[in-house]
């Protein structure tokens, strides 16, 4: 009897934790195709923006990125090249911080500040004080990369996924997803190739 007990016990807290595991796994945020949710973050600059602060723009480049992460370092002066490129077409790059300093003091808001005057960033660096928002979205890494277009129904996800694909050497890129991704919004086109894999660190909670 103990022993039929024990295994009813192993079992419900089996199904119990693959339930639990299964609700986080299955939540993805915003796919392609979805309306996303304005939001409202304090900058590097202690200014709060939020993309309906960008009455001209056609749509945005959002990525979630940090200091700390080698992949995200190593995509700094993509994301920067990115912004003048495309902000004076009208996608501007909004950056987001979603690590939790505390897990991360490298990720701190002073040294996000200090990173950013370093390199020049041209873009917001926003803080997401309390990781609301990138849960939203379903990123997972630094940096994952979102392109949103503004229509008549609200901001629309478009593409998600990976800048390019070289995460390391921007020497070696052949194939430039986010960049054909917005060119093709420019010109009115389907965005071809939607989703691609996010590679980096993963966020720190």
């Known amino acids: 009897m103990r022993k039929i007990l024990k295994l009813i016990s192993v079992f419900a807290v089996v199904i119990f934790a693959s ?21 409202k973050l304090k900058n590097i600059d202690g200014s709060m923006v939020s993309l309906s602060d960008y009455k001209d723009a056609k749509g945005f ?36 911080n979603p690590n939790n300093p505390n897990a991360k003091p490298g990720d701190s808001y002073e040294e996000m500040q200090q990173r950013a005057k370093e390199k020049g960033f041209t873009f917001p660096y926003l803080v997401d004080e309390g990781q609301k928002i990138y849960p939203k979205f379903g990123a997972t890494k630094t ?11 609200g901001m629309v996800v478009k593409y998600i996924g990976a800048i390019d694909d070289s995460s390391r050497n921007p020497d070696a890129v052949s194939k430039t997803y986010l960049e054909d991704a917005v060119d093709a919004l420019l010109v ?18």
Not at 23 to 33: A, F, K, L, P, W
Not at 143 to 153: A, I, S
């Open 143 to 153: 940096p994952h990369n979102y392109v949103v277009e503004k229509t008549p129904k």
């Open 19 to 39: 339930a639990f595991t299964n609700s986080i796994t299955n939540y993805q945020g915003y796919d392609v195709g979805d309306v996303i949710e304005d939001f």
């Open 61 to 96: 480049i959002i990525t979630f990125t940090c200091n700390t992460c080698p992949y995200a370092i190593a995509y700094e002066d993509r994301i920067i090249v990115l912004d003048k490129k495309y902000a004076p077409k009208g996608y501007p790059v909004i950056a987001i």
């Open 188 to 205: 009115g086109k389907e965005v071809e190739l939607k989703k691609t894999k996010a590679i980096g660190c993963s966020i720190k909670v």
